[in-house]
């Protein structure tokens, strides 16, 4: 039989040389993708170094984020342009088709936010503001949510799903949704509203009510603080956005003041010296700025001076560290000038009724 009879035959409602036209396409195109994908990948990191144009680097990217079920589609949809399937089987076919489509679409739309987002996180970075990446992630989140919601719709449409109808369902469905997670929805809400007016960010010191710590995660439904006293304090957003929040972290600087207590039996000479030397103690420790020393009270047991400065919270500063070297200078200059601190004492006198 002549070859070109034998390609005429007909099998399944194809002729052979259909059949092997689009068996041929598809292992063409099965073949050719994956190694331009794997040649691409291997490649990126070198091309990577040579710091490529923006539009170079996110079209790397994006191939390197195509999935091998979109390559098994594509060659699939090349094969079949040859062949005249049975109705059911060519609508299975073009769900899948559609489907698989859409859903690479959704994940390179995500990779290029995310690659967005990192170009933005690495310019905070650059300019000192580490704190934006917690919020940078509560973007991500939402603008993945919004993107797989959009191709979703599309990919119905596609499909021949009326979504006008869906979509008003939807919104009708969504009040009856939205009243039954209206606690999740306001959380989210409120780390929104974290992300865009950003109150705090992460790496601040909060004080909040009767807690205070630093933020150490702020995430979708609740904000994560660690205290002074090493435990995890887990806020949500909508409670963190009512309360009076005090962001302790954005102070460019920070008051301290407390009471210095001496003997009643310190001479007078050395008392009126206290302040100089409180002065003198307090400037000698970087990232000060002294207020005063006063001798403000008589005390049950002590003179009392009262003592204010401020601790400039810049470069790294920690504010304890530097009260506690101040405290350190105090107790070694008022040992120096042989000035004692008093503590609780109590003296009797006791008196001999007719004698000495």
């Given at each position: 039989m002549p070859a070109v009879e034998i390609l005429s035959e007909v099998y399944l409602g194809n002729s052979l040389r259909s059949w092997l036209l689009g068996l041929a396409a598809f292992l063409v195109t099965f073949t050719v993708l994956p190694l331009l994908r794997g040649f691409v990948m291997s490649q990126r990191r070198r091309i990577q170094s040579l710091e490529p144009p923006l539009g170079v680097e996110l079209a790397l990217l994006l191939i390197s984020r195509t999935s091998k079920l979109f390559l098994w589609i594509v060659a699939l949809y090349a094969g079949q342009r040859f062949l005249e399937l049975p109705p059911r089987v060519d609508r299975i076919s073009t769900i899948v088709i559609v489907i698989g489509f859409w859903l690479q679409v959704g994940l390179w739309a995500s990779a290029a936010a995310q690659f967005a987002l990192d170009r933005q996180r690495q310019r905070a970075a650059a300019a000192g503001d580490p704190g934006i990446q917690g919020s940078l992630g509560i973007v991500y989140f939402i603008a993945r949510l919004a993107i797989f919601a959009v191709v979703a719709l599309l990919a119905l449409d596609n499909l021949g799903v009326n979504i006008t109808a869906l979509v008003a369902g939807l919104g009708i469905g969504g009040i009856a949704i939205a009243l039954a997670v209206q606690t999740v929805l306001g959380d989210l809400l409120a780390s929104l509203s974290i992300t865009l007016d950003r109150p705090f960010v992460v790496g601040d010191w909060l004080r909040i009510d009767d807690m205070e710590g630093t933020v150490e995660h702020i995430g979708?439904?609740?904000?994560?603080?660690?205290?002074?006293?090493?435990?995890?304090?887990i806020v949500s957003n909508a409670d963190l956005l009512k309360s009076r929040v005090r962001n302790l972290g954005r102070m460019p600087e920070r008051r301290a003041l407390f009471t210095l207590g001496v003997t009643y039996e310190t001479p007078r000479d050395k008392l009126e010296r206290i302040p100089a030397i409180v002065e003198a103690a307090v400037t000698s420790v970087p990232s000060t700025r002294f207020v005063f020393c006063s001798f403000q009270n008589f005390g049950d047991f002590a003179l009392q001076f009262q003592v204010a400065y401020y601790v400039q919270l810049q470069d790294g500063v920690r504010f304890f560290d530097v009260v506690s070297a101040v405290n350190y200078r105090i107790h070694a200059a008022f040992a120096e000038h042989g000035i004692d601190?008093?503590?609780?004492?109590?003296?009797?006198?006791?008196?001999?009724?007719?004698?000495g």
């Amino acid at each position: 039989m002549p070859a070109v009879e034998i390609l005429s035959e007909v099998y399944l409602g194809n002729s052979l040389r259909s059949w092997l036209l689009g068996l041929a396409a598809f292992l063409v195109t099965f073949t050719v993708l994956p190694l331009l994908r794997g040649f691409v990948m291997s490649q990126r990191r070198r091309i990577q170094s040579l710091e490529p144009p923006l539009g170079v680097e996110l079209a790397l990217l994006l191939i390197s984020r195509t999935s091998k079920l979109f390559l098994w589609i594509v060659a699939l949809y090349a094969g079949q342009r040859f062949l005249e399937l049975p109705p059911r089987v060519d609508r299975i076919s073009t769900i899948v088709i559609v489907i698989g489509f859409w859903l690479q679409v959704g994940l390179w739309a995500s990779a290029a936010a995310q690659f967005a987002l990192d170009r933005q996180r690495q310019r905070a970075a650059a300019a000192g503001d580490p704190g934006i990446q917690g919020s940078l992630g509560i973007v991500y989140f939402i603008a993945r949510l919004a993107i797989f919601a959009v191709v979703a719709l599309l990919a119905l449409d596609n499909l021949g799903v009326n979504i006008t109808a869906l979509v008003a369902g939807l919104g009708i469905g969504g009040i009856a949704i939205a009243l039954a997670v209206q606690t999740v929805l306001g959380d989210l809400l409120a780390s929104l509203s974290i992300t865009l007016d950003r109150p705090f960010v992460v790496g601040d010191w909060l004080r909040i009510d009767d807690m205070e710590g630093t933020v150490e995660h702020i995430g979708v439904k609740s904000t994560r603080l660690r205290s002074l006293s090493g435990e995890q304090i887990i806020v949500s957003n909508a409670d963190l956005l009512k309360s009076r929040v005090r962001n302790l972290g954005r102070m460019p600087e920070r008051r301290a003041l407390f009471t210095l207590g001496v003997t009643y039996e310190t001479p007078r000479d050395k008392l009126e010296r206290i302040p100089a030397i409180v002065e003198a103690a307090v400037t000698s420790v970087p990232s000060t700025r002294f207020v005063f020393c006063s001798f403000q009270n008589f005390g049950d047991f002590a003179l009392q001076f009262q003592v204010a400065y401020y601790v400039q919270l810049q470069d790294g500063v920690r504010f304890f560290d530097v009260v506690s070297a101040v405290n350190y200078r105090i107790h070694a200059a008022f040992a120096e000038h042989g000035i004692d601190f008093a503590y609780p004492t109590q003296t009797l006198h006791v008196f001999r009724e007719g004698g000495g």
